[in-house]
């Protein structure tokens, strides 16, 4: 039984082939990483597989269940979670407000019952709020606790964006882009963290990323695409050697 | 200024956050619990629809404060509470029976109303609310036998077990009650799963529905809840008024409503009281301010241009509202002398990904 597993994913915007029979299968417990140029079709796989886009072709498959034709919000539920590329956080909220709307898929009272507030929500809040303690302490987040995301600093609303997809307690984690505005140090933070939920979390990760560094570093296996192809696949060494990638990147000879 | 040390989840959580919360609070209930005694038969009546006006801006703060979807047509929403309940008290049904039915049936409305809402945004949803506010209008207007048309209807004073409530006092306490309900419903939606859901939905759709919120359910069920506050607002308005026609559920009083919400502070509930009581006291100062003014100055049309420049500037100097500027004072006087000027001023949102919207 897989993991995850895309087959022949494929979907096009009028005459644009934005992604064209792309497979793959992620294995529980690994961090799968998919490189490419700009345009190549790295984020629109992510918002495929978020079920933001509907697949003109293929099927994704996650612990033998069919995503696609499910409603977007039905992804987190089943233990998905994602980042965004440019970040979409809750502006005018807090971090621990932010962090608390992650663990919406664990609610477990009823409207009625809230209205009233009854023991039983209070003490499912105060349940919920230890676990986003957990995810403050974990990506040290406490200083900021109280302030509103608003004002902070770009890498930390990166890393309150992971904590608050850490907060859902996926099973698979998506990242777009952990590393795309931040600083050599932040990055080597992020890589610390990658390799850490996959180690102590035991969390499942698919990532969209660009340095090349931070990739090498944390991926188990590599997939590159370029103009929505698959071009190479495999460890991180094989991909980055791989003539198709090479050219890719640096253009073919003249 | 004050520091609260936390040494408990549930201090973030509960009501009363400190000392100040509950001498200050505790303060205004008495006030309120005591008005009967040193309020005059004009001033009981004003707090009569200021305490209304509240549940209602309650109503709209929770959807337009809170989960960010623009209604232009919750007179519409006052208008089935209203004709709910003066129906039922017509046919003899008692009092907690029939506002229960009133915010029921104005619920039922807000599910339907709510459901283009899950398709519309901004503008458009306005114009969809817009439009659902004229049919009602028209509908309580030509639906004769039931409405009683342009004749309106007339109400008897709430009767609750046998006791008729006839004087202010009674009227008070009751719409008073029903304000302190309605205000902790609000407060403890806010601050559980369901209240979060509303907040995210307004802030960042795409990425609330990445984290499992259902848009399609929270959505209608803000329209749903929003519309029934308004709904038990509407019931105490016709009882208020003792007599309810179509012209009273106008746009403008849509846009009234609209008004209270702006004004008091849009996304705090503080803001839907403060609202109210501008929009009750202000006709009050307008009509004093009269003795001043040129003779022939007709005071209706004054009132409708006071409203409008006020809203034009509320919104460009304090878009946050009466509630927003209260906000700003505190933290002057808490910080003195370190405030800065531009302590309340919003980061511009980094880049955001427009091609997900």
């Known amino acids: 039984m897989s993991f995850f597993r895309v087959e022949n994913l494929g979907i096009r915007f009028g005459g644009v082939v934005a992604l064209d029979k792309v497979s793959f299968e992620v294995k529980r417990g690994e961090v799968f990483t998919i490189i490419g140029p700009n345009g190549a079709g790295k984020t629109t796989l992510f918002n495929l597989i978020g079920l933001l886009y509907a697949p003109s072709s293929g099927r994704i498959v996650y612990e033998e269940r069919e995503l696609t034709g499910l409603a977007p919000h039905r992804v987190a539920e089943l233990g998905i979670a994602r980042t965004f590329q440019n970040i979409e956080l809750f502006e005018h909220a807090s971090v621990l407000q932010n962090l608390l709307i992650g663990r919406h898929r664990h609610r477990a009272s009823s409207l009625w019952q809230e209205l009233a507030f009854l023991p039983a929500v209070r003490r499912a809040e105060l349940a919920q709020?230890?676990?986003?303690?957990?995810?403050?302490?974990?990506?040290?987040?406490a200083k900021y606790r109280d302030s509103p995301v608003a004002g902070l600093p770009y890498g930390a609303r990166k890393v309150v964006e992971l904590g608050r997809a850490l907060a859902t307690e996926p099973k698979l984690l998506l990242l777009d882009e952990p590393s795309s505005g931040l600083n050599p140090e932040e990055t080597d933070d992020m890589a610390f963290w990658i390799e850490d939920l996959k180690k102590h979390l035991g969390v499942t990760v698919l990532m969209v990323e660009h340095d090349?560094?931070?990739?090498?570093?944390?991926?188990d296996r590599v997939l590159?695409?370029?103009?929505?192809?698959?071009?190479?696949?495999?460890?991180?060494?094989?991909v980055q050697s791989h003539p198709a990638v090479i050219e890719a990147y640096l253009g073919g000879p003249a | 200024m004050r520091f609260i040390f936390k040494t408990d989840y549930d201090q973030d959580i509960r009501l009363v956050k400190h000392g100040g919360d509950a001498f200050w609070y505790g303060?205004?209930?008495?006030?309120l619990l005591a008005a009967p005694l040193w309020a005059s038969e004009y001033v009981m009546s004003q707090l009569h629809f200021i305490l209304i006006y509240s549940i209602v801006g309650f109503g709209l703060m929770l959807l337009t404060g809170f989960?960010?979807?623009?209604?232009?047509?919750?007179a519409a929403f006052l208008a089935v509470g209203a004709y709910t309940e003066a129906l039922m008290q017509a046919a003899g049904v008692p009092f907690f029976i029939s506002i229960c039915c009133a915010a029921l049936f104005s619920a039922a409305a807000g599910a339907i109303v709510g459901l283009p809402a899950l398709r519309l945004k901004g503008l458009y949803l306005a114009i969809a609310t817009l439009a659902f506010n004229v049919i009602v209008e028209e509908i309580i207007t030509r639906w004769h036998s039931l409405t009683g048309g342009n004749e309106g209807r007339h109400l008897k004073p709430v009767e609750i077990l046998g006791f008729k409530l006839e004087s202010d006092a009674e009227f008070f306490y009751l719409c008073l009650a029903l304000t302190v309900l309605c205000?902790?419903?609000?407060?403890?939606?806010?601050?559980?799963?369901?209240?979060r859901a509303f907040v995210a939905i307004r802030d960042s759709e795409i990425s609330a529905s990445c984290l499992g919120v259902n848009l399609a359910k929270y959505k209608t069920m803000s329209f749903a809840i929003s519309a029934g506050l308004t709904g038990i607002g509407g019931a105490l308005y016709a009882h208020k008024l003792a007599f309810i026609s179509p012209e009273q559920f106008t746009?403008?009083?849509?846009?009234?409503?609209?008004?209270?919400v702006i004004l008091g502070g849009i996304g705090f509930l503080h803001g839907a009281v403060l609202g109210s009581v501008f929009i009750i006291v202000l006709p009050q100062l307008i009509s004093l301010?009269?003795?001043?003014?040129?003779?022939?100055?007709?005071?209706?049309g004054l009132q409708a241009v006071a409203f409008g420049l006020i809203l034009v500037l509320f919104i460009i100097f304090e878009p946050l509202g009466l509630y927003g500027r209260w906000l700003k004072i505190r933290t002057y006087f808490e910080l003195f002398p370190f405030y800065r000027k531009g302590m309340f001023r919003r980061q511009k949102a980094y880049m955001k990904s427009d091609r997900l919207r």
């Open chain 1, 224 to 238: 590159a695409l370029n103009l929505g192809l698959t071009i190479a696949h495999g460890t991180p060494a094989e």
């Open chain 2, 183 to 195: 205000c902790l419903a609000c407060i403890n939606l806010l601050r559980s799963p369901t209240g």
């Open chain 2, 251 to 260: 746009l403008l009083a849509s846009i009234e409503l609209l008004t209270i």
């Open chain 1, 212 to 219: 090349m560094n931070l990739v090498s570093r944390v991926s």
């Open chain 2, 67 to 74: 989960t960010g979807q623009i209604s232009l047509g919750h």
């Open chain 2, 27 to 31: 303060l205004l209930g008495v006030v």
């Open chain 2, 289 to 300: 301010a009269k003795d001043w003014l040129p003779e022939g100055t007709a005071p209706s």
């Open chain 1, 129 to 141: 709020r230890d676990a986003v303690e957990k995810v403050i302490d974990f990506l040290e987040l």
